[in-house]
């Protein structure tokens, strides 16, 4: 048995963008909390007095137009795929 499969949470390398700056978290520009030490957790700027910088403002804005236009360009791949399957099933 090897301790490596042991330790190894693949849950936990899931990357997701950081929901105040919208980078991932190596790229992640938010500042760390002084009260908990958190980064990048909207709590801090609910609870703890931290607030968003307008780079963090613009990274995220950033970030929700990338995931837009890979929404859009998701869309158009099904809808190009169902139209091929609809297509081939009318007479
Ligand atoms: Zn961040
Ligand atoms: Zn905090």
Known sequence: MRDSE????PELDMEYP???CGNYIDDC????CPICGGVGDPNCYKK?????SEEQKKSLAKRKK???EERKEDNKYWESL?????GGVQK
Request: aromatic share 0%; net charge negative; hydrophobic share 40%.
């Open 66 to 68: 990338l995931d837009e």
């Open 82 to 86: 169902l139209q091929d399957i609809s």
């Open 48 to 52: 703890h007095g931290l607030i968003v």
């Open 18 to 20: 950081c929901e105040i």
């Open 29 to 32: 520009i938010c500042p760390e």
């Open 6 to 9: 042991l330790t190894h949470n």
